[in-house]
């Protein structure tokens, strides 16, 4: 039995946070130690390998689990079904329900549980729970609700992405201006064995024996605050090298599994980071097939949108599914393939038949 996306939504945050909101920002190193540049010429730098120049944040009287519950009420209607058929509800996050003006995570109940709530679903038999596995969370949620629909053990799963990174950003990082808000949902479906669509293969890794602290919670790079908050830290140039050796080779491993030829493929959803960095693992990618990669296979919204964790690759793929972003498009019977990179480190990649 194969599993196919019947409905899809996202939730893209009305705040606009430009770069230049950063102008007064005082900036410091990992170690304490001062840029010695300027803002702009930070920004304009930081633009440059990014791609960003501006993100979305949340409103006040936000938190991830209302997010998550907005982008699911679009896709349950985009699928037309009957929320309270629902076998599982899978929230993929990484820091839980944080109101503004703290940095207390909140995960009890989990995340899943309150989305339930907030949907009104009543039906007990509808099971939800979290998944925390970095920015791949929202593929890893597609692959557990496709192994439910294989084994027999549901029918209908609402599989959600959410994240309110800026809740947990520190001011005087630099790294800071790379994350943002936002929520994407689909409604993955059993098909009948005859339907081409649907999850072709996946492939999931976790390097954590030398990799594991790459992405983190640490103190504030302004070292003479010492109060005792917690940011989201990284290493970035590790994570770069990280990404670029072991992405594409997920990502190959995954297609080569599914049957497809590289001509096949129409669209790349993957992990919005970095906009560099997301050119050079598609180019390493195709170069695996001795190809280029076409110009419009990758479709981006890190420029306007940052880089919002689980929520980036179904938002991006919602936005494509209805045509609100340029020219792309994706079409009855074609192949697409998901992907992503993050904390744990870890990576995953899905083969699907549109």
Not at 120 to 129: D, L, T, W
Not at 250 to 259: I, Q, R, Y
Request: charged letters at 25%; glycine letters at 8%.
């Amino acid at each position: 039995m194969n599993s196919i996306i019947t409905g899809i939504g996202s939730y893209i945050p009305s705040q606009v946070a430009p770069n230049q909101g950063f102008e007064n920002n005082e900036f410091y190193n990992l170690d304490g130690s001062s840029f010695g540049q300027e803002n702009k010429v930070i920004i304009e730098k930081f633009k440059a390998i990014t791609g960003i120049a501006e993100r979305r944040y949340i409103k006040d009287n936000q938190v991830t689990s209302q997010i998550a519950q907005n982008a699911a009420e679009k896709a349950i209607a985009d699928a037309n079904i009957d929320k309270e058929t629902l076998d599982y509800i899978i929230v993929a996050h990484n820091y839980g329900d944080i109101r503004h003006g703290t940095q207390q995570s909140d995960t009890v109940p989990s995340v899943a549980s309150r989305v339930k709530h907030l949907l009104r679903i009543k039906n007990p038999r509808c099971v939800a729970y979290d998944v925390l596995f970095g920015c791949p969370g929202w593929i890893e949620g597609m692959i557990q609700a496709h192994a439910f629909i294989k084994a027999g053990m549901a029918k209908k799963c609402l599989v959600i992405g959410a994240e309110a990174l800026s809740r947990v950003i520190d001011p005087h990082d630099r790294d800071s201006m790379i994350y943002s808000d936002g929520a994407g949902a689909t409604v993955l479906e059993a098909a009948s064995e005859d339907t081409a669509s649907g999850i072709l293969s996946h492939i999931s890794a976790t390097h954590s024996y030398d990799e594991a602290h790459f992405i983190h919670f640490g103190e504030s790079n302004k070292q003479e605050l010492n109060d005792a908050r917690k940011y989201i830290k990284m290493y970035g140039r590790k994570i770069y090298e990280f990404a670029l050796t072991n992405v594409p080779i997920a990502m190959k491993e995954c297609l080569d599994e599914s049957g497809a030829s590289i001509d096949e493929v129409k669209k790349v959803f993957i992990h919005q980071a970095n906009e560099k960095m997301d050119e050079a693992i598609i180019k390493r990618f195709y170069k695996f097939y001795g190809k280029e990669a076409p110009e419009d296979v990758m479709p981006m919204t890190i420029d306007r949108l940052g880089n919002s964790s689980v929520a980036t690759v179904p938002t991006v793929f919602d936005l494509v599914s209805r045509g609100k972003l340029g020219d792309h498009r994706v079409n009855k019977g074609d192949i697409v393939i998901f992907a992503s990179v993050g904390a744990g480190m870890n990576i995953n990649a899905i083969v699907y038949r549109i």
